[in-house]
């Protein structure tokens, strides 16, 4: 390959926008401070790799023939469910994930799950013995699980199509290479480059490639979103990498739903599913506890009761400090304020500590109520009964805010033995089914405070 010139060009490490200079504030996704410098060598002889496969002539919509996906089961209930179903033939899926989160377990399961499925398992990260050794502790059958140890990207596509797998998984995008570019492997250039060989590949052979991606959790360089756009699929892990749940979210999926997850119990033979969540989720004691109360959550379409844990304690030097794990601290801050404003409850002096079981980080505004009564509760050392739970959101004038779904989070909630809810008295509840559930409608914080901590 003639030596190309060499170019510089900026992309950035949160959405992957390249620009050919330096800026302090990505026009694309408005973060600051995210561009980094990459050098790259354009050649005249460029891979491009197409989504689709080039086409002759435009064709009227009605011509065309719908052709249905096909599907390959992953002998994995949550995970085929998170694909819509199974992967589909020819997709390229990405799971990203913090180091030691469990991508590597996943995707090593899914061959030992399937019997017959004959999967090219290709690693740049551990040796061959190593992955051996991971297979023997998770158990199963290994006979239709290739390993091959490389990392060089136009070789694997090469052993790939010489085996012709059924599935082919690369461990991990961040170590492959290509030769068409010059940069070092895991550089933004590198990583999209391979990407979209591994997408030509499957496209244009019909075999399903799943890759794995690292994110960092110090604003990752070249992290798999610079990917989002390339690839069909995106699953991403979250959760605590020293608790043992995994969720397991779509964020984005070309051939299902997103915004689902699936959860994940990580023992010592692997990756469990865990099918009903809110069961995980609940208290580990018994209750009897002030500073928790009972969430009803809705994650994607999945409704989750999950305990809210808060600690309310005397500032023991001049400022309060505020802290929440799994909740957006801004919005404990606004919801403290609320409280303080609106209530008449003074936490100025207080330190706040809030905690979110399980490691689960939450983002449904429908948590607030929970949020507010558990820190009433730790403050005033009142125990919520424990058959009590909360859905409502929290409006800037202490205004009680209805929820969306809240049918679905009745119906988990009394399936979890809860026998009373508090929602917003702006809720409409007509021709809804709330399973003998006592509902106790509040307008804003002070009628709850009433009603609750009388
Ligand atoms: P790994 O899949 O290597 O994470 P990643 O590929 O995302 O970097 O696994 C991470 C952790 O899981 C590791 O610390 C060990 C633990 N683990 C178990 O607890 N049980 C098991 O059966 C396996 C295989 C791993
Ligand atoms: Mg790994």
């Not at 510089?8 to 490490?13: D, E, L, N, Q, S």
């Not at 949020?371 to 205004?399: H, K, N, R, T, W």
């Not at 969306?404 to 929602?423: D, H, P, V």
């Not at 509840?429 to 399973?435: A, D, N, Q, R």
Request: with cysteine; hydrophobic share 40%.
């Amino acid at each position: 390959m003639a030596a190309g010139k060499e170019k510089t060009v900026w992309f950035c490490t949160n959405c992957g926008n390249e620009s050919s200079k330096w800026l302090g504030r990505c026009p694309a996704c408005g973060e600051w401070n995210t561009m980094v410098e990459h050098k790259e060598v354009v050649t005249k002889t460029k891979h491009i790799a197409s989504a689709v496969p080039v086409q002759q002539h435009p064709q009227q919509l009605a011509e065309i023939g719908s052709a249905q996906e096909h599907r390959i089961s992953l002998h994995n209930g949550e995970l085929d469910r998170l694909l819509g179903g199974g992967i589909v033939e020819g997709s390229l899926v990405l799971i990203g994930g913090e180091p030691g989160i469990g991508k590597s377990t996943l995707s090593l399961q899914i061959p030992l799950a399937c019997k017959g499925l004959k999967t090219l398992y290709v690693t740049g990260e551990e040796s061959a013995s190593q992955v051996k050794m991971r297979a023997d502790r998770l158990g199963g059958d290994d006979a239709d699980c290739f390993i091959f140890s490389e990392t060089l990207v136009e070789n694997i596509v090469a052993a790939a199509n010489e085996m012709r797998p059924h599935l082919m998984i690369v461990d991990s995008v961040q170590t492959m290479y290509s030769q068409n570019v010059d940069s070092s492997a895991g550089s933004v250039t590198q990583i999209k480059e391979v990407t979209s060989i591994l997408l030509h590949f499957a496209k244009s052979t019909g075999i399903p490639v799943i890759l794995i991606g690292h994110i960092t959790k110090d604003g990752y360089i070249a992290g798999p979103k610079v990917l989002e756009h390339i690839v069909d699929v995106v699953l991403q892990f979250e959760g605590d990498d020293k608790g043992s749940y995994r969720i397991l979210r779509s964020i984005k999926n070309r051939f299902g739903a997103t915004s689902e997850i699936a959860v994940f119990e990580m023992t010592g033979k692997g990756l469990k599913e865990v099918l009903n969540p809110s069961e995980m989720l609940m208290p580990i004691y018994e209750r009897g506890l002030s500073g928790t109360a009972i969430a009803a959550m809705l994650d994607g379409m999945r409704p989750f009761l999950f305990e809210v844990q808060a600690l309310v304690s005397t500032a023991a030097y001049g400022t309060a400090q505020r802290s929440a794990t799994g909740f957006d601290v801004r919005r404990l801050n606004m919801l403290l304020a609320v409280l303080e404003k609106r209530a008449g409850f003074r936490l100025n002096m207080k330190d706040v500590f809030l905690n979110m079981a399980g490691g689960l980080r939450v983002n449904d505004p429908a948590c607030d109520l929970a949020v507010i009564c558990a820190v009433l509760s730790s403050s005033f050392d009142f125990v919520i009964p424990s058959d009590i739970c909360f859905a409502g959101e929290v409006g800037l004038s202490g205004e009680i805010r209805p929820v969306n779904q809240i049918e679905k989070r009745i119906t988990e909630a009394s399936r979890l033995g809860f026998r009373k809810m508090y929602i917003s008295s702006f809720s409409s509840l007509e021709g809804k089914k709330t399973e003998g559930m006592e509902i106790v409608k509040v307008a804003d914080v002070p009628a709850l405070v009433r009603s609750l901590f009388k």
